[in-house]
Each structure stands twice: as structure tokens, then as C-alpha cells.
T-cell receptor
Framework: EAGVTQSPTHLIKTRGQQATLRCSPI?????VYWYQQALGLGLQFLLW???????NRGNFPPRFSGRQFPNYSSELNVNALELEDSALYLC????????????FGSGTRLTVV | AQRVTQPEKLLSVFKGAPVELKCNYS??????LFWYVQYSRQRLQLLLR??SRESIKGFTADLNKGETSFHLKKPFAQEEDSAMYYC??????????FGSGTQLTVLP
């Protein structure tokens, strides 16, 4: 079974630009979660999508947004990038809305210069 | 609001010694609790969940609702257990809230 795949692995952007990160969940998983892992700040919840709808979002500004496509893959967009957005962005997927836990991808390392 | 606290950022034990990684939570309802592990240069992976009452790689964790704790234990630590361990809670909102993690080092 293929795991959760994220692309790109690394992304370097300039302050003020937009970044798009992609995630493909495990087959059969309908929920996708996005987390930010910044140095020293642990794993911070960003967004949760289930069945194509945004179900919940964490304490992040509106310039962090995303969507889930009919095939359950997901995209995270970060507009007007700031230096402090530099972090590892992790995507996870689950079935049954996470009752059995999540499966994580390897992440996208975003560097804003 | 839900919160997970892992009081130890770093923990070192000798090989063969018992190990306990502490996790306390704050949540008003009935939580679902998990332990995740991240080995060096690998992705975050689920170690165990309290609803399964399972033992994985010799690790166990018991949910203590009175003390609101979910400590991870292993009677005899191995060098390959060295990793970052995260405790996580899922509440009614159905997204995981993670603790800040404990870096476990098992010394030879």
C-alpha cells in the first residue's frame, strides 16, 4: 500500500510570494490534515479536510488556505509568505475521521528567504 | 480546549533500564490518546493508541483518567528505541493535538 505522499520535498520561496504544497492520502482515506512543524514549536494543527470540505482550522491567519479534491488529494496554499513560515509542513490522512490515528507523509520543507 | 503536556524535552536511560515517558492531558470529554514516534530521518509514525490496548515494540501505555495521564513505558530499553516521542490527543473536533515531544536517548 502506498503511503501518504507529499510534494515537493523542498521548496524555497522569497518573502511575499505564494507557496503551494500537495498531498496524496492513502487509498481509502477520506480525511487529510495539515500540520506545521516549526523549529522549537512542535506540531501545530493547520487544517482538516474531510469528504472535500474544510472541517476545522487551527490558529493560523487566513493566508493559510487549502482545498481537497474529489480524489481526496489536498493542496495547502500559503500566500504573502513571511520568514517565520519557514517550517516542515506535514500532511496526514486517516479513515473514519481519525478514530484509528493518522498516517503521516514525509513533509515539505518550506524555506522563505 | 484540549492540551497535551510532555514535561521532559530530553530523557536519557541506559540500555536495559526501564523507561517512562510522561504525558498529561487536559480535555473535558472522553479523549482518544495516541503515541507517535519519529526515528532519525524517518517520518512520524503511530506507535500505539489507547483504544487498542496493545503493546508495540515492548511499549505499553495506560490511560489514567483520574490523573489525566497516558504515560508510555517499556521495561527494558533498547538502543534502537532512541527517537523523538510525541503524545497526542483526539477530542470531539477530531484533529490531533500533539505534545511538544520527548527526545529519548538510550545509552549503551
Amino acid at each position: 500500500e502506498a503511503g501518504v505522499t507529499q510534494s515537493p520535498t523542498h521548496l524555497i520561496k522569497t518573502r511575499g510570494q505564494q507557496a503551494t504544497l500537495r498531498c496524496s492520502p492513502i487509498s481509502g482515506h477520506t480525511s487529510v490534515y495539515w500540520y506545521q512543524q516549526a523549529l522549537g514549536l512542535g506540531l501545530q494543527f493547520l487544517l482538516w479536510y474531510d469528504e472535500g470540505e474544510e472541517r476545522n482550522r487551527g490558529n493560523f491567519p487566513p493566508r493559510f488556505s487549502g482545498r481537497q479534491f474529489p480524489n481526496y488529494s489536498s493542496e495547502l496554499n500559503v500566500n504573502a509568505l513571511e520568514l517565520e513560515d519557514s517550517a516542515l509542513y506535514l500532511c496526514a490522512s486517516s479513515r473514519d475521521r481519525g478514530v484509528y490515528g493518522y498516517t503521516f507523509g514525509s513533509g515539505t520543507r518550506l524555506t522563505v528567504v | 480546549a484540549q492540551r497535551v503536556t510532555q514535561p521532559e524535552k530530553l530523557l536519557s536511560v541506559f540500555k536495559g533500564a526501564p523507561v517512562e515517558l510522561k504525558c498529561n492531558y487536559s480535555y473535558s470529554g472522553s479523549p482518544e490518546l495516541f503515541w507517535y514516534v519519529q526515528y532519525s530521518r524517518q517520518r512520524l509514525q503511530l506507535l500505539l493508541r489507547h483504544i487498542s490496548r496493545e503493546s508495540i515494540k515492548g511499549f505499553t501505555a495506560d490511560l489514567n483518567k483520574g490523573e489525566t495521564s497516558f504515560h508510555l513505558k517499556k521495561p527494558f530499553a533498547q538502543e534502537e528505541d532512541s527517537a523523538m516521542y510525541y503524545c497526542a490527543l483526539s477530542g470531539s473536533a477530531r484533529q490531533l493535538t500533539f505534545g511538544s515531544g520527548t527526545q529519548l536517548t538510550v545509552l549503551p
